[in-house]
């Protein structure tokens, strides 16, 4: 057997070992996700069904993965609920304002919840919410948001579990509102981004 065939094995051998190691250690970055379910997400209802129509994100409620930096940065306005991502589009349609909602009261306490398939070093998390007198028949924008958050959760670069909930008094409010989830990953540029229909009874 030569030298030249030892070596070459060698180097083939180590390159596989290299990206089996790079993938490892990369893997949880990239495939950091999650979502709303409390209350139930747009992107969630897609997934079990409720609403039909919803494209790609029927498949992966948690991959509404956008850059991060909320509200200077991050998606644009029109695509809120997308986090800016084309394929997931169907998410910034808001249907005539007939979304399924959640029936919740002004001033409740209520469980605010996510659903983390992936956990990754964390920022924080933050809650918005419509502003009184906001149009549901248009896409969420900037404008149409408190753009003070009702809760901020920090994290400190902590990983969730793979539940999370935050309790918050929910702000005073009538009629159907959107309530805007952000979770802000700490070691990249990414947030992810839910929308989440209520109705104030």
């Known amino acids: 057997m030569s030298l ?19 993938t490892l250690i990369l893997a949880p970055a990239a495939q950091a996700h999650g979502y709303t379910n409390s209350p139930t997400s747009r992107a969630l209802f897609c997934q079990q069904g409720v ?7 029927q498949w992966e409620p948690q991959s509404v993965e956008g850059p ?32 399924p909602k959640t029936n919740v009261q002004s001033g409740q306490s209520y469980q605010l919840s996510w659903r983390i398939t992936v956990p990754h070093a964390t920022a924080d998390f933050k809650y918005y919410i419509t502003k009184p007198g906001w149009n549901p028949s248009q ?3 900037r404008a149409s948001l408190d753009l003070n958050p009702f809760l901020s959760v920090p994290f400190a670069g902590a990983r969730p579990g793979s539940q999370v909930s935050h309790s918050a ?5 009538t009629g159907h509102h959107v309530i ?11 947030a992810f981004y839910q929308c989440s229909d209520v109705n104030f009874g």
């Open 4 to 22: 030249k065939f030892l070596v070459r094995t060698a180097t083939v051998t180590f390159g596989i070992f290299l990206a089996t190691v790079m």
């Open 51 to 57: 609403v039909s129509n919803c494209g790609q994100i």
């Open 68 to 99: 991060k930096g909320f509200p200077t940065a991050g998606p644009a306005d029109g695509k809120l609920c997308s986090g800016s991502v084309g394929r997931f589009a169907e998410l910034d349609d808001p249907r005539g304002g007939n979304w």
């Open 139 to 141: 896409p969420l924008t």
């Open 169 to 173: 008094n929910l702000p005073p409010r």
């Open 180 to 190: 805007f989830a952000v979770w802000t990953i700490a070691d990249t540029g990414n």
